[in-house]
């Protein structure tokens, strides 16, 4: 079983609207979380961290559910420059593992 | 600023050479990683140092090795490249552990012939 799970998507959303993208991880004792995202052919750049309580930055929302062991992101207000592929990850054991991303399409 | 570079941007290489990629950071952290980035994998740990002669192996350091001999840089190394070893690859470095953001470089695009 992966370490991290994620849809792969494409989620194809038009301007405006809200979507949400979940990550499931398989190790209960993981310490920290984050989303990072990543545009085609360029580095993963943070976009968060998640916290336990759950963070909200601008028009992202990000929540951590330590029983289901997952992670969400909402995006509201969806942006044509959000398009990009979101990627969940969990860091156990001083290890970053990495979801294979979830691709988002924004359109006019 | 600080910041985290990778040479050379682009390389094609020939089954068997050898080939040695660079990583360079300025931030002065001790943890440095390297992954690799395939269609429908994400990125995989190659191989990562939590400072100055330490190098730890991740899940796929098969034909890969790394050294570290100062806190700024991390090369790695193909051995005898294989076709199967085309692929992107990232540098990343963080202050921390647990709690702490990785950042990466650029990354190098790599083709084995």
């Known amino acids: 079983r992966k370490e991290v799970e994620q849809d792969p998507g494409p989620f194809n959303v038009p301007e405006g609207a809200t979507v949400a993208f979940n990550c499931t991880y398989s190790?209960?004792?993981?310490?920290?979380f984050f989303w990072y995202r990543q545009d085609c052919r360029k580095e993963p750049k943070l976009l968060m961290s998640?916290?336990?309580s759950g963070n909200e930055d601008g028009r992202f929302t990000a929540q951590l559910n330590r029983a289901s062991q997952y992670i969400s992101l909402l995006i509201r207000d969806s942006k044509l420059s959000d398009s990009a592929t979101y990627l969940c990850?969990?860091?156990?054991?001083?290890?970053?593992?990495f979801g294979s991303g979830t691709k988002l399409n924004v359109k006019p | 600023d600080a910041e985290i570079t990778q040479s050379p941007r682009h390389k094609i290489t020939e089954t068997g050479r050898q080939v040695t990629l660079a990583c360079h950071q300025t931030?002065?952290?001790?943890?440095m990683f390297w992954y690799r980035q395939d269609l429908g994998h994400g990125l995989r740990l190659i191989h990562y140092?939590?400072?100055?002669?330490?190098?730890n192996k991740g899940e796929v350091s098969d034909g890969y090795s790394v050294s570290r001999s100062n806190t700024e840089d991390l090369p790695l190394t193909l051995e005898s490249a294989a076709s199967s070893q085309t692929s992107v690859y990232f540098c990343?470095?963080?202050?921390?552990?647990?709690?702490?953001?990785?950042?990466f470089g650029p990354g190098t695009r790599l083709t084995v012939l």
């Open positions: 998640v916290y336990s």
């Open positions: 140092s939590y400072g100055v002669q330490d190098t």
């Open positions: 990850v969990v860091n156990n054991f001083n290890k970053f593992y």
């Open positions: 190790n209960s004792a993981s310490q920290s």
């Open positions: 931030w002065n952290h001790n943890n």
């Open positions: 990343a470095s963080t202050e921390g552990l647990a709690g702490y953001t990785q950042y």
